[in-house]
């Protein structure tokens, strides 16, 4: 019991918990931003593959890290503007063409990925982004270490947070954006586009989306790997409801996650020889899967969430 | 400006030749790629086709390749069906297998007669079970299926790997996590001699005759489609809505196990974590590009295996990486999705809006 307390009171433990929560605090802004819009976003997880691998290779040809971080948003938006345009003016099944996204993201980043380097036995590794050590503030006690010792991305994640807040809830655009969740017909009685302000929310999300990913390269691995977005998409699709489709809630739900996923990897070393590695690995998708039937009762979702819009209809 | 006008029922010929344009728009795109790997495309196809339907080794391969995407499309066609979003196939996939080598590799002696159909049955009943919880979680308490069953590939991925690392593991296996070897009496008969093609190809074909009739001439089938087009008019009009939804994600969930009973006990013969290079998710382009009909599942199951088992011969023979399969079948999916459009309308181009509201 102790050792748990231990655990839970270390500056080290509750860094290594915002440092799993970066990639999905990007994916869950990016997430809710597009359902708030009504349109559900199922090619996260080729976006995060998109944007770890864009952002990688980036970098890897010199463009330097704001570079790279700017070409992995790029990615992101091209492959959301792909989801927005079969799911907003053509109305498609959101559930099928997120999916095609998703297939379509990611074997474009492999064959890329495998093209550029046909035969390397080992990854090759980019000078990544590091800690940003903010003298004074890093050697505050718990806080420091915790909080002070990221890298910048990390901060740029948190600041999202705060603007997703901002223009959600305290701007006009933001409540056109709710609006066109909600009840589409009433913002184009309004005289504003319902298209595009989905299409431009859901490639802005989507860009936010492919940030997650470059973290994952650029942050947290260094280089690029198959399968190395591993269904931190798909989580953050959970996330998503779990955190009711409020950027602070996703915030919080996103650190209880990275909490719990330390948490469990510092479990792993104590017990980690009677139990298998494979039920700590689970925990994750196991955790997602617990948090949307939590919630499930209670969900209250965009209302217009996968319905499509067609214009001069109803 | 472009006007929808919707569509009455489609013919089958419009409907094939709808998934036959969207198969030809992704092979054209395809050429972006190869050129951008050095490829020329006509090489690279004449490459893909030779690999795929150039001997009878090629041919009875491209076969082999389609069986379990034949029972992945359907699983996932009749889910869809009734808009059961399964998108855990794959891992439905997996617990076929590990259900096939469970009781396939010793724990019960018997003769073929015997143990087959009983390999069988247990890959079947471990998909559908898989497959039943995300279903319950729907239908209790409103869970979205889409991200419990994705999750899900995942959770049984690794329970595969936990297994096969654990109590399943072949001690004779030099250290490899791989299970004991299916018995000879549990394995499912080739086809041919010398050739890697079994009988699973004859389950697949006739689980498709079987969802067809099912669809097609039965109440059940009835009830699906109904469920699919409209649930909750379904349900005012007394069909059954949560038992056809348990009965989809069942039959859909225990297709999916199938093909896992097949790779495993038709083809490898154990089984070990990479038996599937994500048959479930390419399922999901072969119910789409086949218009989640049975029969036309068997055709866009060969479409799509020719197109892996043809790449993988280009591959070896020009280097180019053979994610350019997945990339095809990848954009074959968003092409059948937008060439869906022109089986559900009529699309014409009119005037400015102004003009039109002149004319009406």
Same mark, same amino acid.
């Given at each position: 019991?102790?050792?748990?307390?231990?655990?839970?009171?270390?500056?080290?433990?509750?860094?290594?918990?915002?440092?799993?929560?970066?990639?999905?605090?990007?994916?869950?802004?990016?997430?809710?931003?597009?359902?708030?819009?009504?349109?559900?976003?199922?090619?996260?997880?080729?976006?995060?593959?998109?944007?770890?691998?864009?952002?990688?290779?980036?970098?890897?040809?010199?463009?330097?890290?704001?570079?790279?971080?700017?070409?992995?948003?790029?990615?992101?938006?091209?492959?959301?503007?792909?989801?927005?345009?079969?799911?907003?003016?053509?109305?498609?099944?959101?559930?099928?063409?997120?999916?095609?996204?998703?297939?379509?993201?990611?074997?474009?980043?492999?064959?890329?990925?495998?093209?550029?380097?046909?035969?390397?036995?080992?990854?090759?590794?980019?000078?990544?982004?590091?800690?940003?050590?903010?003298?004074?503030?890093?050697?505050?006690?718990?806080?420091?270490?915790?909080?002070?010792?990221?890298?910048?991305?990390?901060?740029?994640?948190?600041?999202?947070?705060?603007?997703?807040?901002?223009?959600?809830?305290?701007?006009?655009?933001?409540?056109?954006?709710?609006?066109?969740?909600?009840?589409?017909?009433?913002?184009?009685?309004?005289?504003?586009?319902?298209?595009?302000?989905?299409?431009?929310?859901?490639?802005?999300?989507?860009?936010?989306?492919?940030?997650?990913?470059?973290?994952?390269?650029?942050?947290?691995?260094?280089?690029?790997?198959?399968?190395?977005?591993?269904?931190?998409?798909?989580?953050?699709?959970?996330?998503?409801?779990?955190?009711?489709?409020?950027?602070?809630?996703?915030?919080?739900?996103?650190?209880?996650?990275?909490?719990?996923?330390?948490?469990?990897?510092?479990?792993?070393?104590?017990?980690?020889?009677?139990?298998?590695?494979?039920?700590?690995?689970?925990?994750?998708?196991?955790?997602?899967?617990?948090?949307?039937?939590?919630?499930?009762?209670?969900?209250?979702?965009?209302?217009?969430?996968?319905?499509?819009?067609?214009?001069?209809?109803? | 400006?472009?006007?929808?006008?919707?569509?009455?029922?489609?013919?089958?010929?419009?409907?094939?030749?709808?998934?036959?344009?969207?198969?030809? /728009?992704?092979?054209?795109? =395809?050429?972006?790629?190869?050129?951008?790997?050095?490829?020329?495309?006509?090489?690279?196809?004449?490459?893909?086709? &030779?690999?795929?339907?150039?001997?009878?080794?090629?041919?009875?391969?491209?076969?082999?390749?389609?069986?379990?995407?034949?029972?992945?499309?359907?699983?996932?066609?009749? =889910?869809?069906?009734? &808009?059961?979003?399964?998108?855990?196939?794959?891992?439905?996939?997996?617990?076929?297998?590990?259900?096939?080598?469970?009781?396939?590799?010793?724990?019960?002696?018997?003769?073929?007669?015997?143990?087959?159909?009983?390999?069988?049955?247990?890959?079947?009943?471990?998909?559908?079970?898989?497959?039943?919880?995300?279903?319950?979680?729907?239908?209790?308490?409103?869970?979205? @299926?889409?991200?419990?069953?994705?999750?899900?590939?995942?959770?049984?991925?690794?329970?595969?790997?936990?297994?096969?690392?654990?109590?399943?593991? %072949?001690?004779?296996?030099?250290?490899?996590?791989?299970?004991?070897?299916?018995?000879?009496?549990?394995?499912?008969? &080739?086809?041919? %001699?010398?050739?890697?093609?079994?009988?699973?190809?004859?389950?697949?074909?006739?689980?498709?005759?079987?969802?067809?009739?099912?669809?097609?001439?039965?109440?059940?089938?009835? @009830?699906?489609?109904?469920?699919?087009?409209?649930?909750?008019?379904?349900?005012?009009?007394?069909?059954?809505?949560?038992?056809?939804?348990?009965?989809?994600?069942?039959?859909?969930?225990?297709?999916?196990?199938?093909?896992?009973?097949?790779?495993?006990?038709?083809?490898?013969?154990?089984?070990? /974590?990479?038996?599937?290079?994500?048959?479930?998710?390419?399922?999901?382009?072969?119910?789409?590009?086949?218009?989640?009909?049975?029969?036309?599942?068997?055709?866009?199951?060969?479409?799509?295996?020719?197109?892996?088992?043809?790449?993988?011969?280009?591959?070896?023979?020009?280097?180019?990486?053979?994610?350019?399969?997945?990339?095809?079948? /990848?954009?074959?999916?968003?092409?059948?999705?937008?060439?869906?459009?022109?089986?559900?309308? &009529?699309?014409?181009?009119?005037?400015?809006?102004?003009?039109?509201? =002149?004319?009406?």
């Amino acid at each position: 019991m102790t050792d748990i307390l231990d655990i839970l009171i270390s500056a080290n433990f509750w860094a290594a918990a915002l440092r799993i929560a970066t990639p999905l605090i990007f994916g869950v802004i990016g997430a809710l931003v597009c359902e708030r819009a009504g349109v559900l976003n199922l090619g996260i997880e080729g976006i995060f593959t998109a944007g770890a691998m864009a952002g990688w290779m980036a970098v890897w040809l010199g463009a330097g890290l704001w570079g790279g971080v700017l070409v992995a948003a790029m990615a992101g938006a091209f492959f959301g503007l792909i989801h927005a345009i079969l799911t907003v003016p053509l109305g498609l099944s959101q559930h099928v063409s997120g999916i095609g996204v998703t297939l379509f993201a990611t074997s474009l980043s492999y064959f890329i990925y495998r093209t550029a380097l046909p035969d390397v036995s080992s990854p090759p590794r980019i000078e990544a982004f590091k800690p940003l050590d903010i003298p004074g503030l890093s050697d505050l006690p718990f806080l420091g270490p915790a909080l002070f010792q990221q890298t910048p991305l990390t901060f740029l994640a948190l600041l999202l947070v705060a603007v997703t807040a901002y223009v959600l809830y305290r701007t006009p655009l933001g409540l056109a954006i709710q609006a066109v969740g909600d009840n589409p017909a009433a913002v184009e009685s309004q005289g504003l586009s319902v298209y595009a302000i989905r299409i431009g929310t859901v490639v802005a999300g989507s860009a936010i989306m492919a940030l997650g990913g470059a973290f994952l390269t650029m942050s947290a691995f260094d280089a690029f790997f198959f399968g190395m977005v591993n269904g931190r998409g798909w989580i953050c699709i959970a996330l998503t409801v779990f955190a009711s489709w409020r950027p602070g809630k996703a915030l919080i739900g996103a650190l209880l996650f990275g909490a719990f996923d330390a948490f469990q990897v510092r479990l792993q070393t104590e017990v980690g020889s009677f139990i298998p590695g494979q039920v700590f690995l689970m925990m994750p998708y196991l955790l997602s899967i617990a948090a949307l039937i939590v919630v499930a009762r209670r969900a209250d979702y965009p209302r217009a969430l996968l319905v499509p819009y067609f214009r001069g209809q109803r | 400006m472009i006007r929808f006008e919707p569509r009455g029922p489609s013919s089958v010929s419009r409907m094939l030749g709808v998934s036959i344009a969207a198969a030809v /728009a992704a092979l054209l795109l =395809a050429a972006i790629p190869m050129a951008f790997a050095g490829l020329s495309v006509f090489e690279g196809y004449s490459l893909m086709v &030779k690999g795929a339907f150039g001997s009878l080794f090629a041919f009875t391969e491209m076969l082999t390749r389609a069986t379990p995407l034949i029972l992945t499309g359907l699983a996932v066609a009749v =889910a869809f069906r009734a &808009k059961l979003w399964n998108i855990g196939a794959e891992g439905q996939l997996y617990a076929g297998a590990l259900a096939a080598v469970a009781v396939g590799t010793g724990v019960i002696s018997a003769p073929p007669y015997v143990l087959i159909p009983i390999v069988i049955v247990a890959g079947a009943l471990a998909g559908g079970l898989v497959m039943l919880g995300p279903t319950l979680l729907k239908t209790r308490l409103g869970v979205d @299926e889409v991200v419990t069953t994705l999750l899900l590939n995942f959770i049984i991925l690794l329970f595969v790997q936990m297994m096969l690392e654990g109590p399943m593991k %072949d001690p004779m296996g030099m250290g490899w996590p791989q299970s004991e070897p299916i018995l000879d009496a549990a394995a499912l008969p &080739k086809l041919m %001699d010398r050739m890697r093609i079994h009988w699973g190809l004859v389950i697949a074909l006739v689980a498709s005759l079987g969802v067809y009739f099912l669809l097609k001439r039965t109440v059940w089938g009835f @009830e699906i489609r109904a469920v699919g087009e409209n649930a909750a008019a379904a349900r005012h009009a007394g069909i059954p809505v949560t038992a056809t939804f348990i009965r989809v994600g069942l039959l859909s969930g225990a297709l999916a196990g199938l093909a896992g009973v097949g790779e495993v006990a038709g083809l490898k013969g154990y089984l070990t /974590a990479d038996l599937s290079p994500g048959f479930g998710y390419s399922g999901i382009v072969v119910a789409m590009l086949a218009g989640l009909s049975p029969a036309g599942v068997v055709l866009a199951a060969l479409f799509i295996a020719s197109i892996f088992v043809g790449a993988d011969s280009m591959s070896r023979a020009t280097g180019v990486s053979n994610y350019l399969a997945d990339l095809i079948v /990848a954009m074959a999916l968003l092409c059948v999705l937008v060439s869906g459009l022109f089986l559900r309308f &009529k699309i014409r181009f009119v005037g400015s809006q102004t003009n039109q509201e =002149a004319a009406e």
